[in-house]
């Protein structure tokens, strides 16, 4: 049984005492615009989360990550790792709010959704019921359909919420489906004893056990954004509030990934060879059509949600060789962290261009450099580390990544080609990265300074200082993720 100083149940207890406090306080002061009282609430709130699941690691009060337990939720390193990159992205998005909720009703109601979609993205990571996991999942996904569209007189703001809403509600029947298929063939919805079951399962049974995991992969993808589920992700960043898309772009894409990992493994039992070969068709088709389909674009939130989208692929790329070297998993757990801060900085950005300069289309940064430099240069290089560009810290996970797939070719034979696709695909995002920074610095040379937001400034130089921090030095990273990384032979047995 888990203990009360539970991890994720002391993160629940802080958030959610917080996010029902916040309406209930906004009532009893009857203040409208104080944006600034409950953003320093939820902000303090995701401070503390983040600092006692640092202090649990610190400490050494976290046990070795393990894929399944007795429990529903298990206190580990793995779902520690994925609460840190998620509880980064929530603050991200928070400070990225001060300026911009100023012009908005409703601040507390804003932060109390935040709050609450923290703890769904949490328990996600730390789950090892399928039951338990579906809630957490609703937990996440409820509050981000209304964030999506809080600004109620926005027809952007609303046709992305319904989008996002009636594609979430599809995910989540799919899910269900699969859960109740795994529940029929093994009487149980705990994900080890499930893997037990399925392992010595009647061979007639085989076909139902596939469409379990399928309906996994389907569900799950809708949030990680992978081809062919990727349809609603442009529009719905589009439209969302800008701090907004951060979080769906940063964070609840690693829910989907926490999830994925600890429920792949059930095609890693059940199925053979052809279906590791299938993740990787699927990845190098995500990460091929997310990069044409950014190089195409004119709008910069929608260009950076197809970015999204390729990175999915990247992600993906250890997933599919994890079963044949242990490099698989690791290189797909450092990229998730890079991946938190450099698009989770990438979308704050855009979110302060938003609120100083109400401009999104790519023609108009022109000479924003000049104009905002430290967001400028916070965005330049949140897009190069995602270009994996050296010494920036996404060098290095995306070198982990085609490692891996290069170290699994000499087990199976499409494994290289995993790499040469990735290579090759990040050279094409460099394309409209480097068509960014143009605009950006190389054009537009009358445009006087403006005044940037504090709140941004804030988000550009943490950013900054990660991923160039753990791009020279990038050995402590490289240690927390392997920590964080189960063996998944090892998992096998509960």
């Known amino acids: 049984m888990l203990e009360i100083t539970s991890t994720p149940l002391v993160i629940m207890a802080i958030l959610g005492t917080v996010g029902i406090l916040l309406p209930i306080i906004s009532i009893a002061r009857k203040e409208k615009g104080s944006n600034s009282f409950y953003a320093v609430i939820a902000f303090a709130a995701l401070i503390v989360s983040v600092g006692y699941v640092g202090y649990q690691f610190i400490n050494d009060n976290v046990s070795a990550s393990a894929l399944f337990s007795e429990d529903v939720i298990v206190n580990d390193a793995f779902g520690g790792f994925f609460a840190i990159a998620m509880l980064i992205v929530a603050l991200f998005t928070t400070v990225g709010s001060f300026n911009y909720m100023r012009k908005h009703n409703s601040p507390a109601v804003y932060y109390s959704l935040i709050l609450l979609a923290t703890i769904g993205m949490v328990l996600v990571a730390y789950s090892t019921d399928l039951v338990m996991l579906f809630v957490a999942w609703e937990l996440m996904s409820i509050p981000t359909y209304i964030l999506v569209g809080f600004m109620k007189k926005n027809p952007s703001s609303n046709e992305a919420a319904l989008k996002y809403f009636l594609f979430g509600a599809l995910s989540s029947a799919i899910i269900v489906y699969g859960i109740s298929i795994a529940y029929g063939l093994t009487g149980s919805t705990n994900i080890g004893e499930v893997i037990q079951g399925y392992a010595t399962l009647d061979p007639s049974m085989l076909p139902l056990a596939l469409l379990s995991v399928g309906m996994f992969i389907a569900g799950f993808g809708f949030k990680m954004g992978l081809v062919p589920f990727h349809q609603w992700l442009p529009d719905t960043y ?225 950013s900054i200082v990660f991923l160039i921090g753990f791009g020279v030095y990038p050995e402590p990273l490289i240690q927390f993720v392997e920590f964080a990384t189960p063996t998944i032979s090892s998992s096998l047995m509960p």
């Open 238 to 462: 589009e439209g969302a509030p800008a701090p907004i898309t951060a979080l769906l772009a940063a964070a609840t894409k690693k829910a989907g990934f926490a999830a994925t990992i600890r429920v792949i493994v059930l095609g890693m039992v059940v199925l053979n060879l052809d279906w590791t070969l299938a993740l990787g068709i699927l990845a190098v088709m995500t990460m091929t059509i997310g990069n044409i389909a950014a190089i195409m674009q004119k709008n910069l939130t929608r260009m950076l949600a197809y970015s999204s989208i390729a990175h999915a692929g990247y992600i993906l790329i250890g997933l599919a060789v994890a079963p044949h070297t242990s490099l698989g998993l690791q290189g797909s757990l450092y990229h998730i962290m890079n991946h938190a801060v450099m698009k989770g900085a990438a979308f704050i950005a855009i979110a302060g261009i938003v609120t100083t300069l109400a401009v999104t289309n790519l023609d108009k940064l022109q000479g924003l450099g000049r104009r905002m430099p430290i967001t400028a240069l916070g965005l330049v290089i949140a897009l190069f580390a995602l270009a994996g560009v050296p010494p920036l810290s996404g060098f290095w996970s995306k070198i982990m990544l085609f490692g891996s797939a290069l170290d699994a070719g000499s087990v199976v034979w499409w494994a290289p080609w995993l790499a040469i696709a990735g290579v090759l695909n990040s050279a094409l995002s460099l394309a409209y990265y480097g068509w960014i920074t143009r605009k950006m610095y190389f054009e537009g040379e009358t445009e006087k300074r403006v005044k940037e937001p504090k709140s941004i400034i804030a988000v550009m130089i943490f």
